[in-house]
């Protein structure tokens, strides 16, 4: 799985953070990149439309192929990890879907990062938050599906991610299979700097949730460095990806 691999999606965000935002489709054009994803770089879910019209003319500009985008997830450097649980947030994340729903108009994205947010004993059960998360990502599959997008959601390490739930993507299945089973366009993101941090055995864990997952993210652990700076066996990885009958996207997020 290298860099250049005519079916790999660079992260923008991740390994062209160096950048200003504006400027890293070209960049990745000039790697010799062709398809691309963002995490949502901007401090709102509805940032100025000159803010958001300047990136997507940064794209179509560049001739990158952007093919997935994360929604806005709060305040992430203020430790916030998404919108979707948080019963006093509905109408933000409303708005966070309606962005990437811009997006999606005027490029190829039609897979959506969606964080789960962070479960908050404080202030409500973990049942209301529970049925809010279904609720809201019930109403954005419904949303992306106008156009034929897909609800991604994905486990966290446990360092630095607070209350987040979800850690080793057999919880983010069970949060699928037991609420939003009769939802076709909802599926797994398997990250895999993400699962390693948090000890799970990527090869094993890959084969069994393959059934529910829709795109993976490739960084290697420890560091979130490039695949072959760390620990993980990608190699052994790629041979169960393409023998598992997976056909979703392999994206690079690895810190450049």
Not at 197 to 217: T, W
């Amino acid at each position: 799985m290298t860099d250049h691999h005519k079916d790999t999606v660079v992260n923008l965000s991740t390994v062209y953070r160096g950048l200003p935002r504006d400027e890293r489709p070209a960049a990745a054009v000039a790697d010799g990149h062709r398809r691309a994803e963002s995490w949502w770089d901007f401090d709102s879910a509805t940032p100025a439309r000159n803010e958001l019209d300047g990136f997507l003319q940064a794209v179509s500009q560049s001739g990158l192929r952007l093919v997935a985008i994360n929604s806005h997830g709060g305040d992430r450097d203020a430790g916030e990890r998404g919108l979707a649980c948080l019963p006093d947030r509905q109408e933000e994340f409303r708005d966070s879907i309606e962005s990437v729903c811009r997006v999606a108009g005027a490029t190829d994205a039609r897979k959506f990062n969606v964080t789960f947010g962070q479960l908050d004993p404080s202030r409500w059960s973990e049942e209301e938050q529970l049925a809010v998360a279904e609720e809201n990502y019930r109403w954005a599959a419904s949303r992306v599906a106008e156009f034929g997008g897909t609800i991604l959601i994905e486990a966290l390490s446990r360092e630095g991610n607070g209350g987040y739930p979800f850690h080793d993507g057999h919880d983010v299945q069970g949060f699928i299979r037991s609420r939003l089973a009769d939802v076709d366009n909802v599926g797994l993101l398997f990250d895999t700097f993400h699962l390693a941090g948090n000890g799970v055995d990527i090869l094993q864990a890959f084969r069994a949730l393959v059934p529910v997952i829709r795109h993976v993210q490739l960084a290697d652990w420890p560091g979130r460095g490039a695949p072959g700076t760390g620990g993980i066996d990608f190699t052994a990885l790629e041979t169960i990806i393409r023998s598992s009958g997976y056909q979703g996207d392999v994206a690079l997020e690895y810190l450049g």
